[in-house]
């Protein structure tokens, strides 16, 4: 499940996944990303990870 797109996070998809602003943020700043804004793509895993990948 996405979560975040070039940037803009994906709301309907965050309350779907019941995973809180608070807690997105958090696996953000452990990828060494500081904001949404800097996060070309966001996943939610089927195992419950969540993945981030930089913008570039």
Known sequence: MILIRDGVVVRTALSQSEVSDEELLAHLRQNG????????????????????????
């Open 33 to 56: 990303v500081e904001s949404p804004e800097d996060a070309r793509l966001c996943l939610l895993e089927s195992d419950g990870r969540i993945s981030v990948i930089k913008k570039a």
